[in-house]
């Protein structure tokens, strides 16, 4: 278990190599969601999966060109005030608010597609009801 571990932080250390090689982020818009290597993270941490440590986010708040808000998204059926369902390509998923987190434009690596605008403000609408209280 603890060889495991090592072996998945030393690929991890790896992608960051290559991400931080990188000079540009892409363009990207909010209410976009894309591929986004998140890494290995610790403990209750959403992190990513397979080689590039990627999950699909939502870019919630575009911040400045280089970082943005980032909402991980999940295809696993999951209940409680801050997961909402979204469709988006008809694919069902749940955008996990309790793991909102800024992160940069480079991490990005495959855009997906565009939340229509029904979705991205029941996104925004929740995201005020959970951490506007």
């Known amino acids: 278990m603890i060889k495991d571990y090592f072996l998945q932080l030393l690929d991890w250390w790896r992608e960051t190599v290559v991400i931080g090689n ?3 982020p892409p363009t990207f818009k909010e209410g976009e969601i894309w591929w ?4 290995m993270n610790i403990g209750h941490e959403i992190f990513g999966k397979g080689a590039r440590f990627t999950r699909p986010v939502i870019v919630f708040k575009k911040l400045n060109k280089y970082s943005f808000l980032a909402i991980p998204l999940t295809t696993q059926v999951k209940d409680g005030s801050w997961y909402i369902p979204i469709s988006h390509g008809g694919v069902e998923s749940r955008a996990i608010l309790s793991q909102i987190r800024v992160v940069d434009g480079i991490r990005l690596t495959i855009k997906i597609g565009t939340l229509n605008s029904e979705n991205f403000q029941k996104v925004k609408d929740r995201l005020l009801e959970f951490y506007g209280s």
């Open 36 to 39: 986004c290597s998140m890494g």
């Open 22 to 24: 990188k000079h540009t």
